[in-house]
């Protein structure tokens, strides 16, 4: 395998990389989505397979994705082709291209709300919203306008655009070094908050104490696929993160630590939503509407909320940016690296494509009858998305990486780019006995269940 001809940057070190790739990690994952489908999921069952399959299946495909990216310093398909003659395994790194189109697409509805949020509450918007019902209101009000929600979503995509159309520059590297920790400690602040709330014990009682009556196949399922949407796991988010990680970094310990933060970040967002949910008496399965009706009400119970509520809603689109542009830079490497294109003429091409993609998403929430629940398709179109490109597709992803590494590549020769630099991966039979045989094999098990009760689609 020659190396790449193009000097292509790495991380300045090993903290450059952990913010990186947690970046890309924690975005709307943890924060809007975790606390809702945990909602739906009868919370602390969920919770507690959620964790199971961080630490079984996440991590092992965690570190089996960025040793294949650090070996062959490619974009997910080029990397395949690197260590492979046949034609199959390209295909693999070609469907997580795909599901990072499809991905993102529906996430920047989601991520357009944060900015429509972060304006109401720059705007006094959000003012006077002290109960549930009537932030339930403002949220219903924002997400079926069809003119704000496709605006919304479309100046999201832009601002994605502009920054992978440039490169991914030192800026990034060095404003996730400050608005990540910004973003935690704002967190913290909120968790306290919401935890001394009059009545909150009932939500902390709810994430932690598993109801194991609670626990289906869907249930199961949706904790698998919000472990691997979590951690970017699945579509090759992590080979090309791994790929610029410099050989002298120590990498099982800078992926534990990124599976770390993000697990830490997805647990605090629960010990915000679900006790100031129950404080407030709201529903925990009330969807993906969740975090947006919850907050706004615990930020105009608490001293200097208005500042709290625009930091907030500010550092979630950060975050969400850091997620989108690692998905758009997975597609848009692919078509820069193997099909030639620049790499302006592959962002602008590409965001926009998802952008048309986005529409039936932003207009699903309300604005039309017909992309909502029970219209064209059993769930709504965002759902649809969130369903079959952020479970299905990134379940699949991952069973196939887990073979390649396992049985194909090889546990020796992963092992090696893992430990490249002199530092050893404790456990290392473990992991490979997770990745040659209990990750495809549960992942496998839990796809078939599904497909064949039909208890998805
Ligand atoms: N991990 C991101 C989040 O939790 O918000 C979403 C994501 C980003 C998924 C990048 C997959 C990916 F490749």
């Known amino acids: 395998m020659s190396a790449p ?18 970046g890309s990690a924690i ?37 089996a994705e960025l040793a294949i990216g650090r070996k062959t310093q490619r974009n997910p398909v080029g990397a395949f082709k690197a260590l492979t003659e046949s034609k199959f395994w390209p295909m693999v790194g070609g469907l997580g291209v795909l599901t990072g189109f499809g991905i993102l697409a529906f996430y920047s509805v989601v991520a357009g709300w944060t900015l429509g949020y972060l304006y109401m509450s720059l705007t006094g918007g959000l003012a006077g919203v002290t109960e549930a019902g009537a932030s339930a209101a403002v949220f219903t009000n924002l997400v079926t306008d069809p003119v704000w929600a496709i605006v919304l979503a479309g100046a999201f995509l832009l601002l994605t655009i502009l920054v992978v159309r440039g490169g991914i520059s030192g800026g990034i590297e060095r404003a996730t070094k400050i608005l990540m920790p910004l973003l935690f400690v704002i967190m913290l602040i909120l968790v ?5 709330l009059p009545g909150a014990g009932a939500g ?27 951690l970017s796991l699945g579509m090759g988010a992590m080979i090309t993160y791994g790929s610029y990680l410099p050989e002298k970094e120590n990498m099982p310990f800078a992926g534990v630590s990124v599976a770390f933060f993000d697990t830490l ?31 706004p009400t615990i930020f105009n ?34 078509f820069v690296d193997e099909r030639g294109w620049r790499r302006d003429k592959a962002a602008w091409t590409i965001g926009g494509l998802c952008f048309l993609l986005a529409v039936p998403s932003a ?64 456990a290392a039979g473990l992991w490979g006995f997770l990745i ?14 599904i497909v064949a009760t039909g208890t998805y689609f």
């Open 301 to 334: 119970a608490m001293p200097a909320g208005n500042f709290f509520a625009v930091a907030f809603y500010a550092l979630l689109a950060i975050a969400a940016l850091t997620s989108t542009i690692s998905l758009l830079e997975v597609v848009v490497s692919y």
């Open 27 to 63: 975005g709307l994952g943890n924060i809007w989505r975790f606390p809702y489908t945990a909602g739906e999921n009868g919370g602390g069952a969920f919770v507690l397979i959620y964790l199971g399959f961080v630490a079984l299946i996440g991590v092992p495909v965690l570190l």
């Open 192 to 196: 306290i908050r919401a935890m001394t």
């Open 363 to 426: 207009l699903s929430q309300g604005a039309v009858a017909e992309l909502g629940t029970g219209g064209l398709f059993s769930w709504d179109f965002l759902t649809l998305n969130n369903n079959i490109w952020g479970n299905y597709s990134l379940s699949l992803g991952a069973i196939l990486i887990s073979v390649f590494v396992g049985w194909k590549w090889g546990i020796p020769s992963a092992l090696a780019s893992l430990e490249a630099s002199g530092d050893r991966l404790p």
């Open 204 to 230: 902390i009682s709810y994430l932690f104490k598993p109801d194991f009556s609670k626990i289906t196949t869907t249930v199961v399922m949706s904790a698998l696929g919000q472990a691997l949407f979590s």
């Open 265 to 295: 970040i997805a647990i605090m967002a629960g010990l915000i939503i679900f006790p100031a949910l129950f404080a407030t008496g709201g529903d925990p399965s009330g969807g993906p509407g969740l975090v947006f009706v919850v907050l």
């Open 5 to 22: 001809s193009v000097d292509r940057g790495q991380w300045s070190g090993k903290l450059g990389f952990i913010l990186a790739a947690a």
């Open 436 to 449: 040659r045989y209990v990750c495809p094999v549960v992942i496998l098990i839990l796809l078939i269940f």
